[in-house]
Structures are given as C-alpha cells and as structure tokens.
C-alpha cells in the first residue's frame, strides 16, 4: 500500500518561500510511469494541479504558477518537495500530493492534505 504524507509550516509570512516535502512510503519515486504531483485547495474553491515530477525526474508546472513554483525530489529518502517563493495570502490553502498513474490514468493515491495560511 503506497502512503504519502505531507510535511512543513503551517504559518508561512507573506514575501517568504513555502516548503513543503512529501515522504512516499510502500513504493519508489522512481518506479516507472508515475508521477508525483502537488495540488492545493483554497478555501471555498475547488482544486487546483500546481505541478508535478516524473519517475524520470522531469518536471511540468501550471502556467499560471510556473514563475513562482519548483518541485524537486530526493531519491535517497524518497521525497519530493514544493516550494513556492514570494507567497501572498492567495496561496493559503489546503496542500495535496498524490500520485498519477500514467498506466491508468488517474489519481491513486493521495495524501491526507496539510493547511498553510499565509498571513503577517
């Protein structure tokens, strides 16, 4: 059974850098045709794919996020991380990470989702 659990500040200033780190368990990062991804939900509005990273290590971003938004990951502890810079009370929201499967075609795991509010 895969878990994934996300992890970091739940406060975060606004002008600073968010990060958040996913830990996968019961499956490898670098399995191939998965993908990682982080998506969020601010409040009161539906959910939003900010971007994800490949079992190659390839990445793809939202377009309306790119400027401002990496993922990366480590294999060794097999993590991947978002970080986002120069947050504004905009990016509060409720953050998911979840695994595609590129076979299926769907979201087949998720994790249980972290609150990080933006605010001074």
């Known amino acids: 059974q895969v878990q994934l659990v996300e992890s970091g500040p739940g406060l975060v200033k606004p002008s600073q850098t968010l990060s958040l780190t996913c830990t996968v368990s019961?499956?490898?990062?670098?399995?191939?045709?998965?993908?990682w991804n982080w998506i969020r939900q601010p409040p009161g509005k539906g959910l939003e794919w900010m971007g994800a990273?490949?079992?190659?290590?390839?990445?793809a971003y939202s377009p309306s996020l790119k400027s401002h938004t990496s993922i990366s990951r480590d294999t060794s502890k097999n993590q991947f991380t978002l970080q986002v810079t120069s947050v504004t009370p905009e990016d509060t929201a409720v953050y998911y990470c979840?695994?595609?499967?590129?076979?299926?075609?769907?979201?087949?795991?998720w994790g249980q989702g972290t609150q990080v509010t933006v605010s001074s």
């Open positions: 979840a695994r595609f499967s590129g076979s299926d075609l769907f979201y087949d795991y």
């Open positions: 019961g499956g490898s990062i670098t399995t191939d045709n998965y993908y």
């Open positions: 990273i490949g079992y190659s290590g390839s990445t």
